[in-house]
Every structure is written in structure tokens, then in C-alpha cells.
């Protein structure tokens, strides 16, 4: 598979069909979700696929790793899920063909302790994209530390391949099944991604083996190795596969993308 030279940026977008809606989520930070999340969408895009990336994060990386400058973000997923503002208005394209983002906003910080006030606050987000987004195949969600779950068809968890992984996992997994019993019964575990796998580290092969031992077949066979590449990317404002299309971060996000869409078509999705 290989990435389609980059063209000029879509015009229209149009937006109705059931895109699968995908939270990109882990409690712990610095374990490769935002960077997963915006270059695993480069992948798709690239196989062909329309793909929305939702940030939910104040900090908006991936806005930033898409290359969409604060000036430009006028309307966020902030007023999105205020009500303020439709989908419609608030998705950009990118510079990646059949890409497109609805960028973050600073606010979003305080915007748990803002909802509390909400009826049914929980769905706030289901209701601002669940019917607006047929137009899309997938849809991924990057979400923050607090979690966005209730609006998601399935979880897809990086974890990088330090000591304290599984911890964190056993956590996230019991609050999936939370969410599931309690809020969202569609809500399923797709899959773990190693991220940050360094060969030359033993303790990344024991915990990429403790993993898989805990989750057997919903670890993704693909794992992402630390790169040098895929940490300068974000500085230019672009996915790894656009930055480096060659280097090792780069094909292995390819390889995932290749995984995901095989396991979503054996899925029937």
C-alpha cells in the first residue's frame, strides 16, 4: 500500500450512510493516542476511505498534527457539542485528500465542570454527530484523560510498551464495560496498539507478551516503533506518512491501517 501524492484540498463536504465511530483513548497520557489517531487516519485516507478526526482535547494536537493553525479554528468541537455550532460548520479539510478535522478548542478544559449542569450530559456528543456523519466510513475520536465514550461504536487503545502498561489497561478495560452496562451497550474494545516499541528493549517484549497473554486476538499483530520521524512531524504541522513516507513510523502506521481494515471487513463493517 502506498500514500497517494498529496492534492489539492477538497472543496465541498458533503454530509448521510453508518460511519463507524471510533474513540482513540487511553487514561494515561504520552502513550502515542494523539499521533495514532491522526496518522492512522493518513492511512485510511490514503486506502481511500473518508475518514473525520474529532478533537476533543483542550491541548488540540491533532488539529496542530494536521497542520490546522488557531486562527483557523473559529468553530471547535467545543461549540459542537454546546449546540452551538453543526458538524456541517465546524469540520476543515486538510491537506490530506478525504481527510478532515473538527479541531479543538482551549475551552474544552473546563468543559466537564461547564456540562455538569446538562440533562443527560453523557450525550452531548452522541447527539451533536451520530446522525451527521453517514457521509464519513470512520470516524475517529481523539479523546483526553476523561474519556468520551458514550457517542463511540469502539475503543482503540494505544499502549506504550513500558512496565506500568498493563495497570492502566486493566482500568480502561473496566471502564469500557462501565460504559457498556451502564450508557452505551454498542461500546466494544476494537483492539490495543503497541506503540513506542523499541526491539533493542527486553521490557518492551515482555510487555507487548504480558499484552497479548491479557488480550490475545484484540492485539493489533502491527506495533509502532520509536521513531524519530513520527516525533518531528507534529512540529510541521503534518502526519508522519506526508513527512516521511519512507521511514519506519510511517509503515508500520500503514500496516495498521491495513489490519484495522481487514479486521472492520471481517467484522462486517
Not at 450512510?17 to 485510511?44: E, P, S, Y
Not at 460504559?179 to 533493542?200: C, I, K
Not at 521490557?203 to 497473554?213: E, I, K
Request: charged share 25%; with cysteine.
Amino acid at each position: 500500500m502506498s500514500l497517494a501524492a498529496v492534492e489539492a484540498r477538497p472543496r465541498t463536504v458533503p454530509v448521510m450512510r453508518r460511519a463507524r465511530i471510533v474513540a482513540v483513548a487511553n487514561q494515561k497520557g504520552g502513550v502515542g493516542k494523539t499521533t495514532t489517531a491522526i496518522n492512522l487516519a493518513t492511512a485510511l485516507a490514503a486506502a481511500g476511505h473518508r475518514i473525520l478526526v474529532i478533537d476533543l482535547d483542550a491541548q488540540g494536537n491533532a488539529s496542530t498534527g494536521l497542520g490546522i493553525v488557531r486562527k483557523a479554528r473559529a468553530l471547535t468541537s467545543y461549540e459542537l457539542i454546546l449546540g452551538e455550532a453543526e458538524l456541517e460548520s465546524t469540520m476543515l479539510s486538510t491537506d490530506v485528500p478525504r481527510l478532515f478535522i473538527i479541531p479543538a478548542s482551549p475551552d474544552l478544559a473546563g468543559a466537564d465542570l461547564e456540562f455538569t449542569t446538562r440533562e443527560r450530559r453523557e450525550f452531548l456528543l452522541s447527539r451533536a454527530i451520530r446522525s451527521r456523519v453517514g457521509d464519513f466510513d470512520e470516524v475517529l475520536v481523539d479523546c483526553p484523560p476523561s474519556l468520551k465514550l458514550v457517542a463511540a461504536d469502539s475503543v482503540l487503545v494505544p499502549l506504550q510498551c513500558e512496565f506500568y502498561a498493563l495497570e492502566g489497561l486493566s482500568q480502561l478495560v473496566r471502564t469500557i464495560e462501565r460504559v457498556q452496562r451502564a450508557l452505551n451497550p454498542r461500546l466494544e474494545l476494537q483492539g490495543v496498539v503497541l506503540t513506542m516499541y523499541d526491539q533493542r528493549n527486553n521490557l518492551c517484549d515482555l510487555v507487548a507478551a504480558d499484552v497479548r497473554s491479557y488480550l490475545g486476538a484484540k492485539v493489533f499483530d502491527t506495533m509502532i516503533p520509536r521513531n524519530v520521524r513520527i516525533a518531528e512531524a507534529p512540529s510541521h504541522g503534518k502526519p508522519v506518512l506526508i513527512y516521511d513516507h519512507g521511514c519506519a513510523g510511517s509503515q508500520a502506521y500503514i500496516r495498521l491501517a491495513a489490519e484495522v481494515l481487514r479486521r472492520n471487513g471481517a467484522a462486517g463493517w
